[in-house]
């Protein structure tokens, strides 16, 4: 029997890496892993060390550039290439120090409501000085200053009872020191990979409001996702459907 000719019109596969924020793990992507791979991608989901799976690690020696090193080796040991790096919430630091280092492998960045760094920043060094304070107290009256407190789902937008009973359970305690260490960057953020940056707009993240400012400065292309910042949990395929769609498009501003 002859072979049918494949549609032109037929979605080219992709190879994903989505990259947890804080207090999460690779768990929280499920739900859009499995949607994009029913479509032909290619999808994996580290977790960052000392967290989810891997909280058995957790240790005051992690820093921002261990959560960097994790993605870094994640892409070189699983020899995947043309990569799509999406960065939740806090790991739009993280894809932004990937970038720096091994911006051949990546065909392209997806920040979801992702914190945009620039070189020498910390995450408390970009938080008012008040909140930066209140969360080292909290660091240090729950664990001594080894990690941030899990905060609650609903701070991220999750606001059904029975998806943040789900998420309450698997959070974990954060590394603090991927919070007060700078990002280290040769290039500039993005250096040279087409960037796209999707905002969470229903309810708004708060929090996210500078990187979405940084982000229309460098010029990255904008989306907007009416869901809340935890978008992967709350609206899962709402979430699958416009990464595809952005990760099909021609390169954006670089």
């Not at 999460?24 to 799976?53: F, I, N, S, Y």
């Not at 309450?168 to 500039?188: D, R």
Request: glycine share 10%.
């Amino acid at each position: 029997m002859a072979t049918k000719p494949k549609s032109r019109s037929a979605k080219r596969p992709h190879t994903f890496v989505l990259v947890h924020g804080m207090w999460h793990g690779g768990w929280c992507w499920k739900d859009v892993a499995g949607l994009l791979r029913k479509r032909g991608h290619m999808v994996t989901t580290p977790t960052q060390t000392g967290l989810g799976e891997r909280a058995h690690l957790l240790s005051k020696d992690i820093t921002l550039d261990t959560f960097i090193d994790d993605i870094v080796n994640h892409i070189h040991w699983n020899e995947l290439k043309d990569v799509t790096l999406v960065g939740h919430s806090f790991a739009g630091a993280v894809i932004i120090g990937v970038a720096d280092r091994i911006p051949s492998r990546l065909r392209r960045l997806i920040f979801l409501d992702g914190a945009v760094m620039n070189d020498g920043e910390s995450w408390f060094g970009r938080l008012p000085g008040e909140i930066a304070d209140e969360r080292f107290a909290a660091a240090e009256e729950s664990s001594g200053g080894l990690s941030l407190p899990v905060g609650e789902p609903e701070g991220f937008g999750v606001t059904d009872p029975d998806q943040a009973a789900h998420v309450k359970k698997l959070l974990t305690p954060h590394p603090l020191g991927t919070c007060t260490t700078p990002l280290h960057l040769n290039g500039p953020p993005g250096n040279g990979v087409s960037v796209d940056y999707i905002v969470c707009t229903d309810p708004a993240y708060p929090p996210a409001d500078g990187s979405h400012t940084a982000a229309r400065t460098f010029g990255w292309r904008m989306h907007e996702l009416a869901t809340g910042h935890d978008a992967m949990v709350s609206a899962p395929r709402a979430t699958a459907d416009l990464l595809e769609k952005v990760a099909g498009m021609r390169a954006s501003a670089r």
